[in-house]
T-cell receptor
Framework: SAVISQKPSRDICQRGTSLTIQCQVD?????MFWYRQQPGQSLTLIAT?????????ESGFVIDKFPISRPNLTFSTLTVSNMSPEDSSIYLC????????????FGSGTQLSVL | RKEVEQDPGPFNVPEGATVAFNCTYS??????FFWYRQDCRKEPKLLMS???SGNEDGRFTAQLNRASQYISLLIRDSKLSDSATYLC?????????FGSGTKLNVKP
């Protein structure tokens, strides 16, 4: 499986600021995803990070709030912009490791608290 | 209707018990199916893929019923370390859909 490094692992931020989360994979992967998991909830897909083009956002998520970069096949960033307490959540980077079949592997997550 | 539905539990069982979780999915064209395990404050980790023929990995058995569109996970001889949330995941059309998870508590 792919080794996925995500940082920061946690942060406490002030309302109105922005945080950029980085995700580095040890192998080239086609599909990278960003998920959010709010306390006690399951995972919600924010967007698919596409290499060389704009990310594909799910309903309820917009580029101005969650800009995503994907400069190459091993790296992506998610920015949470103009944060509010409602953005407090765990943010997870994941990759579709498709050497044999579609399988999803996750980074260790970023626990974000917004004051 | 949600893509994937699970009983949230919790399931509270004694050590050594056998426990089964079910999950249903709405899209009959779904292509792949998985069970993930998530420990508290950790990322989900792949437990096993699920195939129509059924597959077993030690104490864990997974089964897919395409006709009824449900997936099951059976855990035999439960251990304290099996306590976690188990997520049912369905893949179709380049997206993974997650159930809300079933919480399992194994008690001594």
């Amino acid at each position: 499986s792919a080794v996925i490094s995500q940082k920061p692992s946690r942060d406490i931020c002030q309302r109105g600021t922005s945080l950029t989360i980085q995700c580095q994979v040890d192998s080239q992967v086609t599909m990278m995803f960003w998920y959010r998991q709010q306390p006690g909830q399951s995972l919600t897909l924010i967007a698919t990070a596409n290499q060389g083009s704009e990310a594909t956002y799910e309903s309820g998520f917009v580029i101005d709030k969650f800009p995503i970069s994907r400069p190459n096949l091993t790296f992506s960033t998610l920015t949470v912009s103009n944060m509010s307490p409602e953005d407090s959540s765990i943010y997870l980077c994941s990759v579709d490791w498709d050497m044999e079949e579609e399988k999803l592997f996750f980074g260790s997550g970023t626990q974000l608290s917004v004051l | 209707r949600k893509e994937v539905e699970q009983d949230p539990g919790p399931f509270n069982v004694p050590e050594g018990a056998t426990v089964a979780f079910n999950c249903t999915y709405s899209n009959s064209a779904s292509q792949s199916f998985f069970w993930y395990r998530q420990d508290c404050r950790k990322e989900p980790k792949l437990l096993m893929s699920v195939y129509s023929s059924g597959n077993e990995d030690g104490r864990f058995t997974a089964q897919l019923n395409r006709a009824s569109q449900y997936i099951s996970l059976l855990i035999r001889d439960s251990k304290l370390s099996d306590s976690a949330t188990y997520l049912c995941v369905v893949y179709n059309f380049n997206k993974f859909y997650f159930g809300s998870g079933t919480k399992l508590n194994v008690k001594p």
